[in-house]
């Protein structure tokens, strides 16, 4: 299962490292200490951004370069014997991408999963980093 600092969740949150930690302190993030830091549980991580998740309306996100790598955290796999659909949250933006169920296999992805969503044009190809 992978776990991310307190650091790591805010970049992936969009939000500071304070304000990871005033809401852990809060109850509102779920987390635990490991060692000598305090992380979060991937799945946790995955659950708070997919409630949290919010549709962008800025109208500039529709103008923007077909060239973007886009971090994120696995929210979400529904697969078949054939295909999958994975859906990344990247900050903000969720991202839907539809592979072979051996991809997403082959990738380990599950939510919680560290995960760079690359998109060009009409196709998102999901890797780990």
Same mark, same amino acid.
């Given at each position: 299962?992978?776990?991310?600092?307190?650091?790591?969740?805010?970049?992936?949150?969009?939000?500071?490292?304070?304000?990871?930690?005033?809401? =852990?302190?809060?109850?509102?993030?779920?987390?635990?200490?490991?060692?000598?830091?305090?992380?979060?549980?991937?799945?946790?991580?995955?659950?708070?951004?997919?409630?949290?998740?919010?549709?962008?309306?800025?109208?500039?996100?529709?103008?923007?370069?077909?060239?973007?790598?886009?971090?994120? =955290?696995?929210?979400?796999?529904?697969?078949?014997?054939?295909?999958?659909?994975?859906?990344?949250?990247?900050?903000?933006?969720?991202?839907?991408?539809?592979?072979?169920?051996?991809?997403?296999?082959?990738?380990?992805?599950?939510?919680?999963?560290?995960?760079?969503?690359?998109?060009?044009?009409?196709?998102?190809?999901?890797?780990?980093?």
């Amino acid at each position: 299962m992978d776990t991310y600092r307190v650091s790591e969740a805010a970049e992936l949150l969009g939000v500071s490292d304070d304000t990871v930690r005033r809401w =852990i302190d809060a109850g509102r993030l779920p987390a635990r200490r490991d060692g000598g830091r305090t992380v979060v549980d991937g799945p946790e991580l995955a659950a708070y951004l997919a409630a949290e998740a919010d549709t962008p309306t800025d109208p500039r996100a529709r103008s923007v370069s077909a060239r973007n790598r886009l971090p994120g =955290i696995v929210t979400r796999v529904v697969a078949d014997t054939v295909m999958a659909q994975v859906e990344i949250q990247c900050g903000p933006y969720r991202v839907v991408s539809l592979m072979s169920a051996e991809a997403a296999a082959e990738l380990g992805l599950a939510p919680g999963a560290r995960a760079v969503a690359s998109v060009k044009s009409t196709s998102v190809v999901v890797e780990r980093p």
